[in-house]
């Protein structure tokens, strides 16, 4: 029973972490990548190595080719064998569902227009430059409906699943387990010596059901409040941490550095907001710390104006660029929201395990008054 009911989905919700978690790293290093536009397009021959390039759809041909349309430049990707992702519509702060993974085969059902990030190779197929997959360097395909300065901070916030524990193995892993325990209640069901373990493998049938019965529900209520929170702080220990990609994180004194626009990327200290209309922060759930001192606003450094101590941030040219405020040094945030996230998943699972816990000792409770057994 442990092994169907626990070890297995728990090792599919490893799985399942770790497969969203390599999501997020192929995401977070595409989008360093240079900008494809017709200038740099115009310079490629045969192959030009990886490259990132947003626009909408424009039409399919041979079944596998998506053409796609940006500013100043349209180009074929070769979509056969592709995974491809849909990233959902969300509004609003906090944690958007995980993006739903459809076939490359499915693309021809989306609507013309739709938006779509491309990243990976660049190489000749069928005599004309195209992304292309490659070994050990697949191309990532996402159709996206948001701004594109929105898109990162969305991709990162939405790519983790809402309940690991229920994933793709689940359902079967405990479909298995059920039918053996089934099957054993009934070889010894006409043995009275075995009574108690004819009514054990019966309970134990609905064990994955525990957690959602009274008492211990209450509980369980508590543990999913507490996995919800944890994965958000999870997410924010990234979002803090992407301005960093910038800055060579190996050399923690640097405060600035060249982006592949030629812009001069970092951030200045702050002691108290800009008199901006719309202050941007990096996770507007942080806005409630905008009186503290020792803000830090990342984005474009220009020269600074004749009398002026210093200019603030201005937003990239390249949309994907980290622009906004954060209340502190983000590697210290990062370490503070990595101890918070893990230790309140430690206290759910904690919470959920004694949950479980009382529900099998009231029911034992009341299967003892009900059939005399002594336990």
């Known amino acids: 029973m442990a092994f169907w009911y626990g070890i297995l989905p728990i090792a599919g919700a490893f799985y399942n972490r770790g497969k969203w978690k390599r999501f997020r790293r192929r995401f977070d290093e595409l989008r360093l990548a240079p900008l494809l536009d017709y200038r740099l397009y115009r310079k490629l021959e045969g192959g030009g190595g990886v490259f990132r390039f947003t626009g909408s759809i424009e039409s399919i041909t041979d079944g596998h080719t998506l053409w796609v349309r940006g500013e100043d430049l349209t180009i074929p990707v070769y979509l056969e064998k592709t995974k491809c992702f849909l990233l959902p519509v969300h509004e609003g702060e906090g944690i958007p569902e995980a993006p739903e993974q459809i076939r490359w085969n499915r693309v ?19 005599s004309r430059l195209s992304f292309c997959p490659a070994k050990g360097k697949p191309l990532m395909v996402l159709f996206y409906n948001c701004p594109d300065t929105e898109l990162t901070d969305t991709v990162i916030r939405a790519a983790r699943t809402r309940n690991e524990y229920w994933n793709t193995i689940t359902p079967i892993s405990l479909a298995i387990g059920a039918l053996a325990l089934i099957y054993m209640a009934a070889s010894f069901l006409g043995r009275p010596a075995f009574r108690l373990t004819v009514i054990s493998a019966l309970v134990a049938v609905f064990v994955p059901a525990l957690p959602l019965i009274p008492p211990g529900i209450l509980l369980t209520g508590l543990y999913r409040r507490m996995t919800w929170q944890a994965r958000k702080l999870r997410t924010y220990w990234d979002i803090v941490r992407l301005p960093l990609r910038y800055l060579l994180p190996e050399y923690p004194e640097r405060q600035s550095a060249f982006l592949n626009t030629g812009e001069k990327y970092g951030y ?16 507007p759930e942080n806005q409630n710390q905008g009186k503290k001192s ?8 220009a020269t600074p104006q004749a009398g002026e101590e210093f200019s603030l941030p201005q937003r990239s040219k390249d949309p994907f660029v980290s622009f906004g405020i954060l209340p502190a040094d ?4 990062a370490v503070r929201y990595a101890i918070k996230a893990y230790t309140l998943e430690a ?11 009382i529900n099998v000792a009231f029911i034992f409770f009341i299967l003892r008054l009900l059939s005399g057994v002594s336990f």
Do not use: C, D, M
Request: glycine letters at 10%.
């Open 268 to 283: 200045v200290k702050l002691n108290s907001l800009p008199a901006l209309e719309a202050v941007p922060w990096l996770i």
């Open 108 to 126: 021809s059902t989306l609507t013309e227009g739709a938006r779509v990030f491309i990243g990976g190779q660049i190489n000749t197929h069928n």
């Open 347 to 357: 206290f759910a699972w904690l919470i959920l395990f004694l949950g479980t816990g």
């Open 330 to 333: 983000p590697a210290f945030l």
């Open 294 to 301: 020792n803000l830090y606003f990342f984005g474009v450094l």
